[in-house]
T-cell receptor
């Protein structure tokens, strides 16, 4: 069974540019989560999808962040325009609808905003 | 908001030594999780705890759900070089789908 995949693995952009991160969850997992870890800090929840619906987006930092999950399969997280403080590792995780505690994480996208 | 204090922040130990780390919170959780992240990878679930006082093992790893429900502990016995990584605790409550993570304990094992 393929795990959660994320693309790109690394991204270096300049302040003011736009970046789109992609996450492909494990096939059949209805729950999809985005998290972010700023260097040395905790992994912070950003938002949660159940299928294509946003269940909880309370962790999204501001309106420069837009997450979508059209069709309930893969998800994208767009940052526009990027700021320096957006740098960090963005993790995606997915879980089966009945096993929410077993969240399987992707390898993350390392974003550096210069 | 809710925060988890995880300690120590980092540890350098000799191969074969035992390791202890803990996580404390000002809030009560009914689920505690321990994850390990290796370089270039995402966190992988090691142990899940669901009941206060519960002690659960996974090989050389043992984790406990504190009686107060505000803390959890992870022990690694007889460490080996592949134990290297960052260990995260996470607390959550059934039905919220959202976990609060600690800041991580970076473990380095010297052969």
């Amino acid at each position: 069974e393929a795990g959660v995949t994320q693309f790109p693995s690394h991204s270096v952009i300049e302040k003011g540019q736009t970046v789109t991160l992609r996450c492909d969850p494990i096939s059949g997992h209805d729950n999809l989560y985005w998290y972010r870890r700023v260097m040395g800090k905790e992994i912070k929840f950003l938002l949660h999808f159940v299928k294509e619906s946003k269940q909880d987006e309370s962790g999204m930092p501001n309106n420069r962040f837009l997450a979508e999950r059209t069709g309930g399969t893969y998800s994208t997280l767009k940052v526009q325009p990027a700021e320096l403080e957006d740098s960090g590792v963005y993790f995606c995780a997915s879980s089966h609808i009945w096993g929410f505690e077993t969240q399987y994480f992707g390898p993350g996208t390392r974003l550096l905003v210069l | 908001g809710q925060q988890l204090n995880q300690s120590p922040q980092s540890m350098f130990i000799q191969e074969g030594e035992d390791v202890s780390m803990n996580c404390t919170s000002s809030s009560i959780f009914n689920t505690w999780l321990w994850y390990k992240q290796e370089p270039g990878e995402g966190p992988v679930l090691l142990i899940a705890l669901y009941k206060a006082g519960e002690l659960t093992s996974n090989g050389r790893l043992t984790a406990q759900f504190g009686i107060t429900r505000k803390d959890s502990f992870l022990n690694i016995s007889a460490s080996i070089p592949s134990d290297v990584g960052i260990y995260f605790c996470a607390g959550g409550n059934t039905g919220t789908y959202k976990y609060i993570f600690g800041t991580g304990t970076r473990l380095k094992v010297l052969a």
